[in-house]
T-cell receptor, first 114, second 115 residues
Framework: AQKVTQAQTEISVVEKEDVTLDCVYE???????LFWYKQPPSGELVFLIRRNSFDEQNEISGRYSWNFQKSTSSFNFTITASQVVDSAVYFC???????????FGQGTELSVKP | DAGVIQSPRHEVTEMGQEVTLRCKPISGHDYLFWYRQTMMRGLELLIYFNNNVPIDDSGMPEDRFSAKMPNASFSTLKIQPSEPRDSAVYFC?????????????FGDGTRLSIL
């Protein structure tokens, strides 16, 4: 069965600190896709990044970076120099090669304090 | 470009009433998804469509729930009769191309409260 685990339920940091959100996934498929979504206090779900199982290159987008390691089935998300506007719930999700169903982790609530 | 549009944003109704949630996907997207978010169960897929045809409805909780997609630009999720345990945020999402490769873009959600 497919599963996504975000062990950190809540994280609190002070502005400008770096923070890493952990994501561990389980799947038996060799082809799969991983995603991160952000849910700010206003409630909408915002797509951040997609990564397929054949591309283990890490990615950086501004203050955001993602580390994909198939050997440990992890897809971690780091925010550098965090800002108050980064406060949100962050979801990691998995889609297998056959279907379109997003399997979400339980989310990590990040609170960035000024 | 317009995103996924859901209506209403909020719905409060009494137990036993029929509830209809509406969704307009992004133009050109051929996949449409309905998700439900609760504190207990998190985000879970209810059903998804490809080219207006339901592909996977295994997440629909019971017969009280039904979803339709009469055309490429409109979908409904109906609950009849509604129960307090149906209270949740319901999200609609759409995507284009290969269902597993392209990101799903979500609407703002409908916050449903059943009293």
């Amino acid at each position: 069965a497919q599963k996504v685990t975000q062990a950190q339920t809540e994280i609190s940091v002070v502005e400008k600190e770096d923070v890493t959100l952990d994501c561990v996934y389980e799947t038996r498929d060799t082809t799969y896709y991983l995603f991160w979504y952000k849910q700010p206090p206003s409630g909408e779900l915002v797509f951040l990044i997609r990564r397929n199982s054949f591309d283990e290159q890490n990615e950086i987008s501004g203050r955001y970076s993602w580390n994909f390691q198939k050997s440990t089935s992890s897809f971690n998300f780091t925010i550098t120099a965090s800002q108050v506007v980064d406060s949100a719930v962050y979801f990691c999700a998995l889609v297998d090669g056959q279907g379109g169903k997003l399997i979400f982790g339980q989310g990590t609530e990040l609170s960035v304090k000024p | 470009d317009a995103g996924v549009i859901q209506s209403p944003r909020h719905e409060v109704t009494e137990m036993g009433q029929e509830v209809t949630l509406r969704c307009k996907p992004i133009s050109g997207h051929d996949y449409l998804f309905w998700y439900r978010q609760t504190m207990m169960r998190g985000l879970e897929l209810l059903i998804y469509f490809n080219n207006n045809v339901p592909i996977d409805d295994s997440g629909m909780p019971e017969d009280r729930f039904s979803a339709k997609m009469p055309n490429a630009s409109f979908s409904t999720l109906k609950i009849q009769p509604s129960e307090p345990r149906d209270s949740a945020v319901y999200f609609c999402a759409s995507s284009s191309g290969t269902v597993n490769n392209q990101p799903q873009h979500f609407g703002d959600g409908t916050r449903l409260s059943i009293l």
